[in-house]
């Protein structure tokens, strides 16, 4: 197993629906990120966890829940979704946050639609 | 102004050409910066990190201009291989001690034969 993986890479959902997004990196390090992409629109950061505290929340809606268990896993647990959240969630590591030459290594994404 | 701002293209080439995107940044106190590469329904993967002196990676050549708060990418003797969108990123500096990399919309990129 290499680099960062996200499961599932696929889900639907209803708006009333309650689920997890996970995420692996097997990389060493102590950072986690997870960001949301929309068609047409840049990359949006959400959360950072550096060391599994979280360092950055976003204003992100509180239907967005993440969670670090340990360095290596991340989850983003999702209920009472809108149809505008539909995007894909992607989740990146760094080797830490507290340094500037800080390269990300993305998972695959978890493309994500509510119906 | 947008911390980091990116013409969206699309830029349209044919094979061979030489084509350069630039990418200009709000924050003059930013770090560290990169080219990222995202193709179509995939993730982003880094291309190469932009270093102050300049650097070359085969094809690819990275430029940093402080005093006027952009940085480049030249793309030399394009392949249709290349045809993807391309993302600068920009380390604005420690905000409460962490260095939250900040994401431009990104260039299109469409190498045609």
């Known amino acids: 197993e290499t680099g960062v993986t996200q499961t599932p890479r696929h889900l639907v959902m209803g708006m009333t629906n309650k689920k997890s997004l996970k995420c692996e990196q097997h990389l060493g390090h102590n950072a986690m990120y997870w960001y949301k992409q929309s068609a047409k629109k840049p990359l949006e950061l959400m959360f950072v966890?550096?060391?599994?505290?979280?360092?950055e929340n976003n204003s992100v809606p509180s239907r967005f829940s993440p969670e670090c268990p340990n360095s290596s896993h991340l989850f983003l647990h999702l209920h009472t979704l809108q149809p505008e959240d539909s995007a894909l969630y992607l989740c990146?590591?760094?080797?830490?946050?507290?340094?500037?030459?800080?390269?990300?290594?993305f998972g695959p994404g978890t493309r994500l639609t509510v119906l | 102004r947008k911390e980091v701002e990116q013409d969206p293209g699309p830029f349209n080439v044919p094979e061979g050409a030489t084509v350069a995107f630039n990418c200009t940044y709000s924050?003059?106190?930013?770090?560290?910066f990169f080219w990222y590469r995202q193709d179509c329904r995939k993730e982003p993967k880094l291309l190469m990190s932009v270093y102050s002196s300049g650097n070359e990676d085969g094809r690819f050549t990275a430029q940093l201009n402080r005093a006027s708060q952009y940085i480049s990418l030249l793309i030399r003797d394009s392949k249709l291989s290349d045809s993807a969108t391309y993302l600068c990123v920009v380390n604005p500096g420690p905000s409460g001690g962490s260095y939250i990399p900040t994401f431009g919309r990104g260039t299109s990129l469409i190498v045609h034969p």
């Open positions: 990146a590591s760094s080797q830490d946050s507290s340094g500037g030459d800080n390269e990300q290594f």
């Open positions: 966890y550096s060391l599994e505290e979280r360092v």
């Open positions: 924050n003059s106190a930013s770090q560290s």
